[in-house]
T-cell receptor, first 111, second 115 residues
């Protein structure tokens, strides 16, 4: 099966940079995704890394190291609206394209 | 606008009653999914369907049932056999098959409370 580990909570101040780590164990790796979910809302897709390196999308970047089974989400110029839960996910093995999600990291941004 | 709708947003039921949660999408996606979310537990897969008239059990299917008679609809029934049904239920859809990305699109969720 798959397992993903991410911190349960991270706090930071507005304007700062924060990194949310994710380590995974899976037999057969097809990529790491990140989702954002505001309290009581729907998760929304942020990024997908299939290859090693950094992918940048505005203030958000996602990094992957397949040799280390590790990735992270980097949020720059933090804003209050970035307070949310962030989930990493890997695709399940067995030929389907269904993700397995981590337990999520609650990011709290203080003024 | 394309998207996924779930109804109702809040649902209250008495223990022992079956309840059906609605999920509709107009994204023309083949695949649809149901997840359950409890505090601190992340998203756990209940059932998924990759094509009309076919569906598969996820990790926590016991006490739930689904149908997929139309491409755009994937209702979930929470039966009386589900021991702890109070939770936030999320429906999602995606492009199935050989897509490079497995981006999922989520509905707004239904918060079910059973007393």
């Amino acid at each position: 099966g798959q397992s993903l580990e991410q911190p349960s909570e991270v706090t930071a101040v507005e304007g700062a940079i924060v990194q949310i780590n994710c380590t995974y164990q899976t037999s057969g790796f097809y990529g790491l995704s990140w989702y954002q979910q505001h309290d009581g809302g729907a998760p929304t897709f942020l990024s997908y890394n299939a290859l090693d390196g950094l992918e940048e999308t505005g203030r958000f970047s996602s990094f992957l190291s397949r040799s280390d089974s590790y990735g992270y989400l980097l949020l720059q110029e933090l804003q209050m609206k970035d307070s949310a839960s962030y989930f990493c996910a890997v695709r399940r093995t067995g030929g389907s394209y269904i993700p397995t999600f981590g337990r999520g990291t609650s990011l709290i941004v203080h003024p | 606008d394309g998207g996924i709708t779930q109804s109702p947003k809040y649902l209250f039921r008495k223990e022992g009653q079956n309840v059906t949660l609605s999920c509709e999408q107009n994204l023309n996606h083949d695949a649809m999914y149901w997840y359950r979310q409890d505090p601190g537990q992340g998203l756990r897969l209940i059932y998924y369907s990759q094509i009309v008239n076919d569906f598969q059990k996820g990790d926590i299917a016991e006490g739930y049932s689904v149908s997929r008679e139309k491409k755009e609809s994937f209702p979930l029934t929470v039966t009386s056999a589900q021991k702890n049904p109070t939770a936030f239920y999320l429906c999602a859809s995606s492009i199935a098959g050989t897509g490079i990305t497995h981006e999922q699109y989520f509905g707004p969720g239904t918060r079910l409370t059973v007393t």
